[in-house]
């Protein structure tokens, strides 16, 4: 039986905190709430997730995370229900996965710093085609940082961007083109480390975008950003100066544009840009006024709203625009918001984003990789998923009526204290207490 003072205790207190919350409007009443779901990350990768993507290896669609965690030998499959290891694994680390079709039938691809996949020597590439693991020639003779699969007109091929100079023994400056028999170079490259790139159509076809550290490509000034069409590179309207650590081609409903993420104020001919910036194929164009730390990872995700598809972004950062936001934030075209409490805890770094995997109502989850320890308050170990509006999927909803109210706060002060499986331990410790409260009133409304 739970303490009857407790409960007297947080009953008279509560309510002020909740005036007190409400009239600070620091709780959005809306049509419907999102929330952090955390089963995706008990017990978690177990370290840092560096990349992730959907993958059907015939027994259904599953989201598969690469990184640096041991307990699946840097890269698992997530099911729904439980982590999976691919054989024996790569090691010591992976940077990115991708899924692309060789003419054998679709396979994962990963790529990143290990020399061993399945076991056998695999320089720092290799492909796993839901059985086995094998080589993609000689593989690379430094690190790779990004996968990308574009068609330059002459069949879809595999590009691999990172810190190398020759991939299969052909000279190749940090970035080369797999076909599902050979290696070659795009050119001569770029002059300095590539780590992600992603295909985008300025209105003249589509083009792989490469970013990175680089500061010109095929021996054209590029700073941060070049344009590969197949044949030729050229510059993206003045570069991007600065570490640019993501590139996505994203809709939002007013168009396809290149959103890029990294560490620098400003891009093309002086435009004022913290950290994040739109390319609509003709000019930069700044995301108000940006985060305070670098971005790695974007994606659209329609929460099930009114408002239909948003930006969200991901890195290593505690405010975008006005909004005090944890690693990981919205912009709706105006304004930013956070999610929830964000992500915190472990190095505080969200890696990627990804919308993807099994569907609540219809609504797609959000899911999200990096180094971190806890979603919106829930323990989860460097993987989480962004929920959003369901009628069951309302975190706090103790008694699934589709609203948190009193009814719910009355519930979760009854079972204040140490519990056992209790629905009001909403962050799962094991113990009903002021952190399940705070994620209640987080979800008011």
């Not at 020399?115 to 094998?134: F, K, L, M, V």
């Not at 979760?412 to 799962?428: F, I, K, Q, S, V």
Request: glycine share 18%; aromatic share 8%.
């Amino acid at each position: 039986m739970k303490s009857q003072s407790s409960a007297r205790m947080f009953a008279t207190a509560v309510p002020a905190v909740i005036a007190l919350t409400v009239s600070g409007s620091s709780i959005a009443v809306a049509d419907c709430v999102s929330a952090w779901e955390n089963e995706i990350g008990m017990p978690g990768p177990g370290s840092c997730v560096y990349g992730m993507t959907v993958f059907d290896d015939g027994t259904g669609p599953a989201v598969y995370a690469a990184g640096i965690f041991s307990a699946f030998d840097r890269i698992a499959k997530w099911d729904g229900e439980n982590w999976q290891p691919l054989g024996d694994g790569v090691g010591p680390d992976a940077n990115d996965v991708v899924v692309f079709d060789d003419g054998t039938g679709p396979a994962l691809y990963v790529t990143g710093m290990f020399t061993i996949a399945g076991g056998q020597p695999a320089n720092r590439i290799a492909r796993w085609d839901g059985e086995n693991w094998s080589t993609l020639g000689d593989g690379l003779n430094g690190q790779g940082l990004g996968l990308t699969v574009f068609d330059d007109g002459n069949g879809p091929a595999l590009y691999v961007t990172g810190v190398f100079t020759e991939a299969g023994g052909v000279p190749a400056s940090h970035i080369a083109r797999w076909d599902g028999t050979n290696w070659s170079a795009l050119g001569t490259g770029v002059d300095n480390a590539a780590t992600k790139s992603a295909v985008f159509d300025d209105g003249t076809g589509e083009a792989l975008y490469v970013v990175g550290v680089f500061s010109n490509a095929g021996g054209i000034a590029s700073p941060g950003i070049a344009r590969w069409d197949g044949e030729n590179w050229s510059a993206v309207g003045g570069g991007a100066p600065g570490t640019i650590l993501g590139v996505s081609s994203i809709d939002v409903g007013d168009g396809a544009a290149l959103y890029i993420g990294g560490i620098f104020s400003s891009v093309g001919e002086g435009v004022s840009a913290n950290n994040i910036a739109r390319w609509d194929g003709k000019s930069w164009s700044a995301l108000g006024t940006g985060t305070n730390g670098l971005v790695r990872g974007m994606t659209a995700y329609d929460a099930g709203t009114a408002d239909g598809k948003q930006l969200y972004i991901a890195g290593n950062f505690s405010s975008a625009g006005t909004a005090a936001a944890n690693n990981v934030a919205r912009w709706d075209g105006e304004e930013w918001s956070r999610l929830s409490t964000g992500l915190e805890g472990g190095t505080n770094q969200a890696w990627v984003v990804l919308p993807a995997g099994t569907e609540v109502d219809g609504v797609p989850g959000l899911y999200v990789g990096g180094c971190f320890s806890f979603a919106g308050g829930l323990n989860a170990h460097n993987a989480a998923v962004w929920r959003g509006c369901a009628d069951d999927g309302i975190l706090g909803d103790l008694n699934g009526d589709g609203v948190v109210d009193v009814s719910d706060l009355l519930i979760l002060l009854g079972e204040w204290g140490p519990c056992d499986d209790c629905p009001a331990d909403l962050n799962g410790d094991g113990v009903v207490d002021v952190s399940d409260l705070l994620i209640l009133l987080g979800n008011w409304g």
